[in-house]
């Protein structure tokens, strides 16, 4: 089955700078990858998603990129501020909609006032 | 999200109990899916339905069960709960590609 491994496990930044969060696959069918968010307490929302036809997708202050050769994508948060602070999942699946979502560990990304 | 509840949202029990762990949604999405958080593991799937004749088995379906009675309600057990089963569990609903969490049930196996 897939394995998604994702790293860091924590960030830490000052408010302002940039976060990067990677993950990779070992499926080569997986062809949707969101990214959920779970701040402290809450339950996980989906923030962004990429399909495997598209390299890059933004949004506001974060975007997320995909490399379908290496079998890697990554999220990058920009000008962080506090509210950002939060467990950030990263997941894949083969096929969107009737599939199964296999998640990474998390990243707990903490932003510094 | 208020659409997607589950019940209890914390539960202390003993080791064999029987637990159920209820999920209800009013969002009238046909699948339905069972989590369990641990910390530093992530999300790991234990069941999941894609509607109320379909039950599949997760990552980590061993020492679990579960019953899809409507559309909008499935049910999650444990027949007999052991301390390693103590976790942060989450149901999920989704619509198209996205899963919509509930607000998590805190269960304590002593």
């Known amino acids: 089955g897939e394995n998604v491994e994702q790293h860091p496990s924590t960030l830490s930044v000052q408010e302002g700078d940039s976060a990067v969060i990677k993950c990779t696959y070992s499926?080569?069918?997986?062809?949707?990858f969101p990214w959920y968010k779970q701040e402290l307490g809450k339950r996980p929302q989906l923030i962004i998603d990429?399909?495997?036809?598209?390299g890059e997708k933004k949004d506001q202050r974060i975007a997320v990129t995909l490399n379908k050769t290496a079998k890697h994508f990554s999220l990058h948060i920009t000008e962080t501020q506090p509210e950002d602070s939060a467990v950030y999942f990263c997941?894949?699946?083969?096929?969107?909609?009737?599939?199964?979502?296999?998640f990474g560990k998390g990243t707990m990304l903490l932003v510094s006032p | 999200d208020a659409d997607v509840t589950q019940t209890p949202r914390n539960r202390i029990t003993k080791t064999g109990k029987r637990i159920m762990l209820e999920c209800s949604q009013t969002?009238?999405?046909?699948?339905m899916y069972w989590y369990r958080q641990d910390p530093g593991l992530g999300l790991r799937l234990i069941y999941y339905?894609?509607?109320?004749?379909?039950?599949n088995k997760g990552e980590i379906s061993d020492g679990y069960s579960v019953s899809r009675q409507a559309q909008a309600k499935f049910s999650l057990s444990l027949e007999s709960a052991i301390p390693n089963q103590t976790a942060l569990y989450f149901c999920?609903?989704?619509?198209?590609?996205?899963?919509?969490f509930g607000p998590g049930t805190r269960l304590t196996v002593l």
């Open positions: 997941a894949a699946a083969m096929n969107s909609g009737y599939s199964t979502l296999t």
């Open positions: 499926d080569s069918a997986s062809n949707y």
């Open positions: 990429i399909r495997s036809n598209v």
């Open positions: 969002k009238g999405h046909d699948r």
């Open positions: 339905s894609f509607d109320v004749k379909d039950i």
């Open positions: 999920a609903t989704a619509y198209g590609d996205t899963q919509y």
